[in-house]
């Protein structure tokens, strides 16, 4: 979606800008399941759950970094991303929404306020993703990742946030997602930020950011409604 939906009312009861994956979309199985794919092509054991929030961080070199040791050569990085990316595709149709995330989008719209949806998951593929699930109409805008991957979420966030400036204001805006990123990327538009410990960071490396964190998106929204003065 590259243009807005709904009208110039939207987001004066406070707007949420959702993460995709780990955060609306439960596919922490498939993500490690991936990784362990890619880790496969030059040998390495296999990471767990725990093990993948653990060590997780953006840029994504320095993850492989942290659980290799070393940073992968150019010709590694090329193969790995290739059976990463091969191996979540077959993966990521069984992935479904986080539990009460459908329910918690539509109460949200029914109050009358809005929200959009904010991916570093290509824009091509998250838009049949999102639809095929069934929730596209919650949202006043989707955005996916667009052009090479090194590009970052703040600088994603501000172009978001740019495209909805007729409609929502960065001090009624609280970005949910599940990785310290997403709160870099609030704070650099100026919003609010709530992190979800149900995807790629474990409790431990979200509390250092700084920012509220939850167990669950029933949380993450309570919350939101607070900051925001919707509650």
Known sequence: MGTNRGNGMAGQGGHLVWDWNGTLLDDMTAVVGATNAALEVIGFD??????????????IPRFYERMLGRLP????????????????LARQDACGLTVGAAELLS????????QSLLSMYGHEELLPAVRGRGIEAHFVRVDGRRGPSGVSKAESMGRH??????????????????AADDAVAAAHV???????????????????????????????????ARLVGAA
């Open 46 to 59: 296999p990471i767990t759950v725990d093990q993948y929030r653990s060590w997780y961080s953006v840029p």
């Open 73 to 88: 050569t150019d010709t590694e990085w090329d193969e790995m991303d290739v059976a990463f990316h091969a191996a979540y």
């Open 107 to 114: 109460g949200w719209r029914a109050a009358g306020r809005s």
């Open 161 to 178: 946030l740019t495209a909805l400036a007729l409609t929502v204001s960065p001090e009624r805006t609280v970005v949910i997602g599940d």
């Open 190 to 224: 100026g919003a609010h930020a709530v992190l979800y410990t149900g995807g790629s960071h474990s409790r431990a490396n979200l509390e250092p950011v700084g920012v509220p964190v939850v167990d669950t998106l029933e949380e993450a929204v309570d919350l939101a």
